[in-house]
C-alpha cells in the first residue's frame, strides 16, 4: 500500500487493517492502530511504519484511547517469505530470547550484522527492538487479562528483568504498570510468587485472544477429524492438546463463543512455565491462522466464479497452523495417499511412543513423541507399506540426528530443498507443510484427491486455471474450500 491508501485506510477507521500498519503522529508524537477514533490528523504530520518497534524507534508512544498493542499481528510474515518475514516468525516464537541475535542470525544463514542491515531497512527496526516490541505487546496483553504479580508478567512476558519490565512499559506505554492494568477489566488467575530466574507454574491461565473478523470455526472440525486421542481432544468449537515448549510440557484449551458478544476466542492454559509463554501464543495463533486478513482473502477468491458460493456461506475460512514442526512433517508422512481416518489411526498407534504429560488433564494424557523416540521405536508401531515405514524412519532418525530441522524461519524453497531429497516425499507433502508449517498463503495442491473431489462439487467454468492461479495469492485458502465442498456430502449424510 502506498502512503494514500493507508491515509484513507485510516481516515476511514478501517479495522481490518489494525495491526497490518501503524499510523505515527508527529504533532503529538504517538503512534495509533488505523481504526483509531481519534480527529484523523493532517496528511503532512503522518508516517507511516511497518511494525510499533519502528514507532518505538523513531521515538512515538503507543496511544492510550486506541491501545495498537491490543490488535492481531500482520498477516504479512507469512506472505512474505524473504528475509524480514521468516525473522518474525521466529523472533514471534521467542527464538531471538533463546538464542540470541547470533542464534537467530544463524538459522537465517546471516551475520547479525546483515541481519541488522536487512530488518532496519525492511521493517525499520533491529531484532532486539522487534523482540522489545514483541514482548511489550505480550506483557500489555497479561496485565490487562490477569491478576498476575508484576513480577510474573516481566518474566513470562519475556524480559530479563523487572526492572527492563518497568522501563519498557513506561517507554512504549507512557505509564506505569500498575496504570496499564488499570485501563482495563481483569479475568481471574491464581496469583503466584515467583523470584528471579525461576521458573512459574500457574494454576489456570485464561486470556482473549484477538483477531479479525469474520472467523469460520469449521477450523475446529479440521482439527477434531485429525486429533490424536491421549495427545488432543477437539470438538465443533473447543480444542485441547498437549505441546512440549522450550522449558516443559503444558496444556492448553481453545474455544469459541459465537453466541457471546464479540464473539471471543479464549485461551486457557493449565500448567506452564511463564517464560513459555510467549512462545506457546504464537504457536496457539498460528495453529488458529488468527493473523489472517479473511475480508481481503474472501474478496479475491469470491471473484472466482467456482469459489463465490462457497465464500459466501463459509466467510473467514483459516488455514490450520502447526505447535510443532517437526511433529506436522511426521504427520504430513503418515497422511500420503490414505484417508484422513486411516492416519489418525495410524498416528495413534504411533502414539504410545510419546511421553506421558507432566501435568496429565482428563483425556490428555500424553505427549505426542519426539524425533528421537520415534527413531527408536517407530519400526515397532508403524504399520503399512514397508517403503513408507522406511521413509517416516528416514525423516525422523535425521531429525533426531540434527541433519534436518524443519521450523518456522524456513521459506517454501528452503522447504523444497531439505525435503525433495528425502525418500518418500513429494510435491504434496512440501506442500501441506508449507502451509501448515510457514503459513505459506499461496499453495494449491491440485494432486491431493481431497481437492478434486472437492472441485467435482464445485459449479464448473469453462476457461478457468485448473491451478486456481485466480485466486493467487491466496490458493490455500482455496485448497481449504475445496477440501470443505469435498467433506459436505459426508456431513450433510
Known amino acids: ?20 500498519f501503524f499510523t505515527a503522529v508527529r504533532s503529538t508524537g504517538i503512534y495509533c492502530r488505523p481504526s483509531c477514533p481519534a480527529r484523523t490528523p493532517k496528511a503532512e504530520n503522518v508516517t507511516f511504519y511497518e511494525t510499533s518497534a519502528a514507532a518505538h524507534e523513531a521515538g512515538y508512544r503507543a496511544c492510550k484511547r486506541c491501545l495498537p498493542e491490543a490488535v492481531p499481528g500482520t498477516p504479512a510474515w507469512n ?21 540470541g541475535v547470533d542464534g537467530l542470525s544463524s538459522r537465517l544463514g546471516y551475520s547479525s550484522r546483515q541481519l541488522n542491515r536487512i530488518l532496519r531497512h525492511e521493517l525499520g527496526a533491529g531484532p532486539l527492538s522487534l523482540a522489545r516490541a514483541s514482548r511489550a505487546q505480550t506483557a500489555r496483553t497479561l496485565l490487562v487479562s490477569t491478576d498476575m504479580l508484576l513480577a510474573d508478567v516481566a518474566f513470562a512476558s519475556g524480559f530479563n528483568s523487572v526492572r527492563q519490565f518497568n522501563d519498557t512499559i513506561a517507554e512504549v506505554f507512557a505509564l506505569t504498570p ?16 515467583t523470584t528471579r530466574g525461576q ?52 496444556a492448553f484449551t481453545v474455544d469459541y463463543d459465537a453466541a457471546a458478544p464479540g464473539k471471543p476466542l479464549r485461551l486457557a492454559v493449565a500448567s506452564l512455565d511463564l517464560h513459555d509463554l510467549p512462545a506457546l501464543l504464537s504457536r496457539v495463533r498460528r495453529l488458529f491462522d488468527l ?43 503418515i497422511g500420503q495417499q490414505i484417508t484422513v481416518a486411516a492416519a489418525r489411526t495410524a498416528l495413534t498407534q504411533l502414539s504410545a511412543a510419546g511421553s506421558p504429560a507432566g501435568n496429565p488433564a482428563p483425556g490428555l494424557e500424553r505427549l505426542f513423541p519426539t524425533a528421537t523416540q520415534l527413531a527408536e521405536s517407530g519400526r515397532e508401531l508403524l504399520r503399512g507399506p514397508q517403503r513408507r515405514i522406511d521413509s517416516v524412519l528416514a525423516a ?98
Open 291 to 333: 493473523d489472517a486478513d479473511p475480508v481481503a482473502i474472501d474478496e479475491v477468491l469470491a471473484a472466482d466464479p467456482r469459489l463465490k458460493a462457497s465464500v459466501r456461506a463459509i466467510p473467514g475460512i483459516r488455514v490450520p497452523g502447526a505447535v510443532d514442526p517437526h511433529e506436522l512433517l511426521v504427520r504430513a508422512m
Open 1 to 20: 500500500m502506498d502512503f494514500w491508501q493507508r491515509y484513507r485506510a485510516i481516515d476511514a477507521r478501517d479495522t481490518r487493517f489494525d495491526g497490518q
Open 178 to 193: 500498575s496504570a496499564l492494568r488499570a485501563t482495563a477489566g481483569k479475568a481471574g488467575m491464581a496469583r503466584t510468587a
Open 396 to 493: 525422523v532418525e535425521a531429525m533426531a540426528g540434527g541433519s534436518l530441522d524443519v521450523g518456522y524461519g524456513d521459506g517454501l524453497q528452503e522447504l523444497e530443498d531439505k525435503l525433495l531429497p528425502l525418500p518418500g516425499i513429494g510435491p504434496w507433502t512440501v506442500g501441506y507443510v508449507a502451509m501448515r508449517v510457514i503459513g505459506a498463503p499461496d499453495v494449491f495442491l491440485g494432486n491431493d484427491a481431497a481437492v478434486r473431489n472437492g472441485l467435482k462439487a464445485l459449479p464448473p467454468r469453462a476457461g478457468l486455471s485448473a491451478d486456481f492461479r485466480e485466486a493467487s495469492p491466496w490458493r490455500s485458502y482455496a485448497t481449504m474450500h475445496l477440501w470443505r465442498a469435498a467433506a459436505a456430502p459426508k456431513s450433510r449424510a
Open 79 to 99: 506472505v512474505r517469505s524473504d528475509v524480514a518475514g521468516r525473522a518474525m516468525r521466529l523472533i514471534n516464537d521467542g527464538v531471538l530470547g533463546r538464542e
Open 199 to 250: 521458573a512459574v507454574t500457574p494454576s489456570a491461565l485464561t486470556l482473549k485472544l484477538p483477531y479479525r473478523e469474520p472467523f469460520d470455526p469449521g477450523i475446529f472440525d479440521f482439527l477434531a477429524a485429525r486429533a490424536v486421542p491421549g495427545i488432543e481432544a477437539a470438538g465443533p468449537h473447543r480444542y485441547s492438546r498437549t505441546l512440549r515448549l522450550p522449558r516443559g510440557d503444558a
